[in-house]
């Protein structure tokens, strides 16, 4: 188990040290710099002034050593568009509250989904399981942006029970949640349904009835468990699928999270902020990912994690 | 001797898009406190969809009984609610199933699973619960049973599995033990040693055991008296001699037949000819006629009635008409 851990978490640098390597090729090779899309414009002294400051006027191989050690010290330096604040203060400011939309999502998304699903299969062929999956289809067909305005017309706008925007209050957090989950809930909930219906056939499940259980303890029990694999194996896809939600959802209820920043960033040539917000969320990504993996040993006793090949 | 189970001309359909398969067909059969009555029949023949409905576990839908009675201890499971079927499931009657690797769930622990029987139907104590797994385990022949006892199923190999099944089956002490192919997906050295086990637990236990197989070697060491099974239908039930030294049934006599034999000289064994009846339109009269080397025209018409040609041993087949036999006799002269 130590060794495996150690491994997985070299491997996780690496990627990581991939992943800053690439965003810094990527975005030297967009046309325009900081300041060129400023709309005053600036003298040529003032220009070069700046990037003497931010260092933009040296060598890429040099740039990119810089690059690398604020990586290291985890120290981004300021922001070249917002220069009293720094990219840390960016990310301690929005993370929270991305985080937040982004685990009330994956929470409710889970707990509605799997929900959905198990009903569907136990009452395979029913009524519950033709609503539940017309539902399903639905929710994979709209995408989130789409059902935001339409929340945002009929909830706020037309009946005027939620508020439009920003992120305030519980009451605040019902839409771009609902937005949001939406997706992922009808995701799990198809995954869970064909998982169930699976597991329901299995001789195990047989062998639970014939010792007199309850049908609840047969399904809690004895199947989710085990239905419960394939979810948590595109949990990790499902949290980046979150996660890019979040930069279209936080805009359009003008939410102030990370996703705002990282956005603004990229339109603005914030170099500093590109980086820091990029490896910011590769390396939340990858540490999920991390993450799903454990659980999947906990649930699954034949999974080891320290075999070669079991991760 | 106490009859404990008594099947009364059972039926069982079910229902798929492709019209209605009528898998169990009229059958009837009794076992005695005790002994062991073996079930077989070639796949399709209904043997374990007859021994699905003691437990009343058909999946239904598609499944149904449509008619019979199955009498257990003074009352009749067909009519049993769902609720105390559930009471009787583990407690009275134990089920054993075919594939060892499956039967048991890969994400809990084989302790959990054998204690969560006990748990549902007694009041038991963790702690005795434990105990008396440990002693089944013993029982069944596996070593340390402390260890394995927290260990997950696959850690166990496939008879340790299967003995590790029959314990399960066996912790709340039934009545009556049903063993649906219970070695068919063992190595034929496992299969004895699980045999063996069976006769054991019979003698320390006395349960009663079904023993479904296709097996006759199986059946030829532990069973006490044999059911044979062919298209739905019970076409001849009698004590285990009865049926290997003087099978009258021409399907009986084609099983045994075909079974490989150390004091046979041949080098090609007997297959039965043709394929099973079609379940979905059962043939009006006996299912084995298109199969059957003695098949007359009556047999294609109707279906023959029981003989019995002993206390035991019964048959359904024109064969057993006097006046086929009259007719055989005729020809032979």
């Given at each position: 188990m130590a060794i495996y851990l150690i491994r997985r978490f070299l491997i996780m640098i690496a990627t990581i040290f991939v992943i800053a390597t690439m965003t810094f090729i990527l975005m030297h090779s967009i046309?325009?710099?900081?300041?060129?899309?400023?709309d005053r414009s600036t003298s040529e002294a003032v220009q070069e002034n700046l990037n003497a400051h931010y260092h933009l006027d040296e060598p890429m191989l040099t740039q990119y050593g810089i690059w690398l050690k604020s990586l290291v010290t985890f120290d981004f330096g300021p922001?070249?568009?917002?220069?009293?604040?720094t990219v840390n203060d960016l990310l301690s400011r929005g993370f929270p509250i991305s985080a937040e939309l982004g685990m009330w999502t994956i929470m409710i998304a889970l707990l509605s989904g799997i929900t959905l699903g198990v009903l569907a299969a136990l009452k395979h062929n029913g009524m519950i399981d033709y609503i539940a999956m017309t539902l399903a289809v639905l929710g994979i067909s709209v995408p989130n942006f789409i059902l935001a305005t339409l929340l945002i017309q009929q909830?706020?706008?037309?009946?005027?029970?939620?508020?439009?925007?920003?992120?305030?209050s519980p009451m605040h957090m019902i839409m771009p949640i609902i937005a949001l989950a939406t997706g992922p809930t009808a995701i799990i909930a198809r995954l869970t349904r064909s998982s169930m219906l699976e597991v329901l056939t299995q001789d195990y499940i047989k062998t639970a009835r014939a010792k007199g259980l309850s049908p609840a303890k047969i399904v809690i029990k004895h199947a989710l468990r085990n239905a419960l694999m394939p979810v948590v194996t595109i949990l990790g896809t499902l949290v980046a699928a979150i996660l890019t939600g979040t930069f279209v959802i936080e805009r359009i209820f003008a939410i102030p999270g990370m996703g705002k920043y990282f956005v603004e960033s990229i339109n603005n040539r914030d170099y500093p902020v590109i980086m820091g917000t990029t490896v910011f969320y590769s390396a939340f990504l990858i540490f999920m990912l991390f993450l799903v993996d454990i659980v999947y040993s906990i649930l699954d006793p034949r999974i080891k994690l320290h075999k070669k090949g079991g991760s | 001797m106490e009859k404990i189970l008594e099947i009364e001309d059972l039926h069982v359909h079910f229902t798929t898009y492709g019209g209605t398969v009528q898998?169990?067909?009229?059958v009837s059969l009794y076992l005695n406190k005790g002994e062991t009555l073996a079930i077989v029949g070639e796949s399709g023949s209904g043997k374990s969809v007859t021994s699905n409905s003691i437990m009343q576990l058909i999946p239904s839908p598609p499944g149904k009984i449509v008619k019979g009675s199955i009498q257990f201890k003074g009352r009749d499971l067909v009519q049993t609610s769902k609720k105390e079927m559930r009471a009787i499931r583990g407690v009275d009657i134990s089920m054993i199933f075919q594939d060892p690797m499956t039967a048991?769930?890969?994400?809990?622990?084989v302790g959990d699973q054998l204690t969560e029987g006990l748990k549902q139907h007694t009041s038991i104590s963790a702690d005795s619960a434990k105990q008396k797994a440990m002693d089944m385990l013993r029982l069944v022949g596996i070593a340390e049973p402390d260890n394995r006892?927290?260990?997950?199923?696959?850690?166990?190999s496939g008879g340790m599995r299967q003995r590790i099944v029959i314990a399960m089956a066996l912790i709340c002490e039934p009545d009556l033990l049903i063993a649906?192919?219970?070695?068919?997906?063992?190595?034929v050295t496992i299969q004895a040693q699980i045999m063996e086990l069976f006769s054991e637990i019979q003698e320390k236990t006395g349960v009663s055991i079904i023993l479904v197989t296709h097996d006759l070697g199986v059946v030829a060491r532990v069973a006490d008296r044999v059911a044979v099974m062919y298209g739905g239908k019970i076409v001849e039930t009698g004590d285990k001699d009865a049926i290997f030294y003087?099978?009258?049934h021409p399907y009986t006599i084609g099983l045994l037949h075909s079974v490989p034999r150390?004091?046979?000289?041949?080098a090609v064994l007997q297959p039965i000819d043709g394929t099973p009846p079609d379940l979905f339109a059962p043939?009006?009269?006996?299912?084995f006629t298109a199969r059957?080397?003695?098949?007359?025209?009556?047999c294609a018409n109707v279906y023959p009635p029981a003989t019995n040609l002993s206390a035991s041993h019964q048959v359904e087949c024109w064969l057993q008409d006097a006046r086929a036999t009259r007719a055989a006799s005729l020809m032979k002269r």
């Open positions: 046309p325009g710099n900081p300041f060129t899309t400023q922001s070249i568009k917002q220069p009293t604040e909830l706020a706008v037309n009946l005027q029970l939620l508020p439009a925007a920003t992120w305030s | 898998a169990v067909r009229g048991l769930n890969p994400t809990l622990t006892f927290k260990q997950y199923p696959h850690q166990f649906d192919e219970p070695t068919t997906a063992l190595d003087n099978p009258q150390l004091d046979m000289q041949e043939p009006q009269g006996c299912p059957c080397a003695h098949a007359m025209q009556v």
